[in-house]
């Protein structure tokens, strides 16, 4: 069966994650990253501007007994105020929270400032994945100014690749995969 964009997200990290490495979940939301990301790094280190996020995030983290995530109340263009380490994988979901308010959106300037920060920050060998859910007002802004970066990105450093469904109804996610080269 052909992989959802979410499931090809962890699979892509997964690859690269190990005892020793650092992550960012830069899209807390309900915690679902973070705890993928703590139970194949070392240190997770996951962003969001909700405190319905973090409390979600945490309870989830409690219940797997996840202690190695630090959940900040921020947005994800900060990172570089709590992350001084090498970057080994890390992950977005752009768009809004499930199950809160959905004018609360992730938008095209911040989310361009996490990425470059995340990408200048990344190991060699590093990856970014990054889910587009654009089905709501203000995605598609994001989406276009998302791929216009990352389709503007020197191919000598960066690997790029795009996953998603073609004969799906609306505007079902997609999967941009970033991978650092040197």
Do not use: C, W
Request: glycine fraction near 4%; aromatic fraction near 8%; charged fraction near 25%.
């Amino acid at each position: 069966m052909i992989k959802r964009p979410l499931h090809l997200s962890h699979d892509f990290l997964a690859e690269v994650l190990d005892a020793s490495a650092v992550a960012v979940d830069a899209t807390m939301g309900n915690g679902n990253d973070t705890a993928f990301l703590a139970q194949h790094a070392k240190k997770v280190y996951a962003f969001d501007v909700q405190e319905q996020a973090l409390k979600s995030t945490k309870e989830r983290l409690e219940k797997q007994a996840i202690s190695n995530a630090q959940l900040i109340l921020d947005g994800h263009q900060n990172l570089d105020k709590y992350v001084s380490e090498p970057i080994r994988a890390a992950i977005f979901n752009l768009g809004y929270l499930p199950s809160a308010d959905k004018t609360v959106i992730t938008k095209p300037d911040t989310t361009l400032v996490a990425i470059e920060k995340i990408l200048e920050r990344l190991e060699i060998g590093g990856r970014l994945a990054i889910m587009i859910y654009y089905g709501h007002e203000g995605g598609d802004m994001e989406k276009d100014a998302v791929l216009e970066f990352i389709s503007a990105l020197d191919q000598k450093e960066f690997a790029t690749m795009l996953y998603k469904p073609l004969n799906q109804i609306h505007q079902p996610p997609f999967l941009v995969m970033i991978e650092k080269l040197r």
